[in-house]
């Protein structure tokens, strides 16, 4: 399986942008996708997660600002990001569970955000 995450770029506070996150090869069952990132000189944070039915959770610095979703036939996942701060700098990775036979971690190469204050 690979994860490719696109949508990155450079945007002013109070921006937004929307990452996506294409997951190709031999998938088997989706069991759940999520955003990371991880900003210089930071651990990698979780942001927020979809399951396989559906259900959405957010990191508390992300509630009311990032939306998850998934479009399950085409295997995208994207993250809309509004009101973007500069605190959201980051390089954004996705991460897909799956089950094929057993239970699979992917991770996706990463796309930088850079917001300017």
């Known amino acids: 399986v690979q994860l490719q995450a696109f949508g990155g770029g450079l945007v002013q506070a109070g921006g937004s942008l929307t990452l996506s996150c294409t997951a190709s090869?031999?998938?088997?069952?989706?069991?759940?996708m999520a955003w990371y990132r991880q900003a210089p000189g930071k651990e990698r944070e979780w942001v927020a997660e979809i399951t396989g039915a559906g259900s959405t959770q957010y990191a508390h610095s992300v509630i009311g600002r990032f939306t998850i979703s998934r479009d399950a036939p085409k295997n995208v996942m994207y993250l809309r990001m509004n009101n973007l701060k500069p605190e959201d700098t980051a390089t954004y990775y996705c991460?897909?569970?799956?089950?094929?036979?057993?239970?699979?971690?992917?991770w996706g190469q990463g796309t930088q955000v850079t917001v300017s204050s």
């Open positions: 991460h897909a569970v799956t089950t094929l036979g057993g239970e699979y971690n992917w």
């Open positions: 090869g031999t998938i088997g069952t989706v069991n759940g």
